[in-house]
């Protein structure tokens, strides 16, 4: 069962859109769901076609189809690095390599602690700020450099 | 009116800030700040006057805006095609959902100057008979979708959005949507689909959004930087646009400078600016480096050499003639030391990445292209490669139901064209021209 938070943040949603077209706010009910939960489960995603009245297979569509959601346990901070152009000319490698370095881990993992896990991410539109990640999707950081992103890790608990 | 040192600015040589106009005021985003820049007081003057819809379309069309989201189709025409007078729901959307690679004008608009954009697509309503609105916003930009939705709040609360806006009897609701990670949903359909709550697949054409587009209804989709200009256009007068840019070019546009280039940002230049002079104004290529490569418009736009561009003007004539495209305005600039081949292939893993599956050429054609050229870059390339490459790319475009598959042919093709040489290198050597001398 939702929370009763969840559901009225869903609530909130719903009012953007006509009273018979629920399915509407699946994207920003499944949003409101992984960043409470860190990532999608199945029972989770059925949970949010039940309560928008659509059918499971449709969400599950879009659980798999949207990029920013996490159908496996993601780390309490999930590291989204930008390697497409305007960073990979901005040396987003270099950025990459001392982040796996740093938690020893690859693309797609997660840190033995669970606290931290790493993905490689397409253009966020940013790219003034290059080469540039985002934290749990919301917090993006831009300019980085290693010392940087030093600094950033260390400020998160 | 504006004073008459931005006119001057026409002649070429400045930024002339129409979109991003609040952006050197303190508070740039608040509404008291763009109250004290004539802000919302065209569609007042619209409404209170009673302006007909053919008479603002015609103004637009004067103007010479085209759609700035990459396909600069033209503003006016576009919008004469919803019937102002169809009964039941019409919808105006905004397309923020700026994925392509180098783009981010649009981020800076909602982030700098929200209220313009709210005020422009008000008047595009009015003008089309909308009473709905909804501004898809790129899922990534997340804080930006969070300040939108604060703009949103103060423009109701001020009476410019909602029911009888200013009392002046014209209703107009205007929502932030938020994508979550997917490129295809800039394509117009695609749009529609998500913000139905679907997987972003592209929809057939015909019938187009103008006549079946969000639940079937009537649906105008513009790019957010397309309507942000329009208050301005309203306030000067469409000729005073026109006269900004050169001939089939009216106005400003937001380039977006990125990769290899001093100070990257979002330069609002009048059209017809010569690109050494845009060069100049973002400070050169980084590090004293030389020039080898631009992409003009965003990675669905043919890539020029340095020799090339630098002859061309940032107009949508110039570049056709050179070969390019105006595109999204999403500049990308690259040094001396850049390998081609290893940036090609980043750029075909995007389009693998983001194909949406729909159509065989895209699906299957894309996941190919990517793997010869990952191949070379690993070492293993073939001499029939080139060919190869040249072959798949060419029989994905045309062969899709959207625009990605087109989009992902570009760069191959426009890449193997200008520096064939550093392919046939890296296959025969194993190894990258630009690491020769290593």
Redesign the interface.
Known sequence: MLTETTRKKIDSELK?F?ID????????A??IIQTENGFLTDDLIALAADY?G?PKI?AM??AT?????ELKPAGKYKISVC????C???EADDIVCHLQKKLNINFNEVTKDSKFSLKE??????????PLM?IN????HEHLTPQKVDQILEELD | MLNNKSHNASKGSEVFPICLRTSNLENSSSLQTYLSIGGYQQIQRILKEKISPEKLIEEIKISGLRGRGGAGFPTGIKWSFIPNDSAGTKYIVCNSDEGEPGTFKDREIIKKNPHQLIEGMTIAAYIMGAQVGYNYIHGEIWEEYESFEKALAEAKKANFLGKSICGLGFDFELHAFHGYGAYICGEETALIESIEGKKGQPRFKPPFPATYGIYGRPTNVNNTETYATIPWIMQNGGESFANIGVENSGGTKIFSVSGHIERPGNYEIPMGMPFKTLLELSGGVWKGRKLKAVIPGGPSTPVLPAAEIMETTLDYDSLKNSGSSVGAGSLIVMDETTCMVSTLKRLSYFFYEESCGQCTPCREGTGWVYRVIKRIVDGKGKPEDIDLLLDVSKKISGRTICALGDAAAVPVLSFIKHFKDEFKYFIKNGKSMMDANS
């Open positions: 953007k006509p077209q629920k399915q509407s706010a699946i994207i920003a499944l949003q928008l659509m449709a569509e879009v189809f949207y990029n920013m959601f390697t497409n152009i305007s990979a000319l901005r991410s397409e253009c966020m539109g940013a790219c003034s700020g290059a985002t999707n919301h917090k993006m």
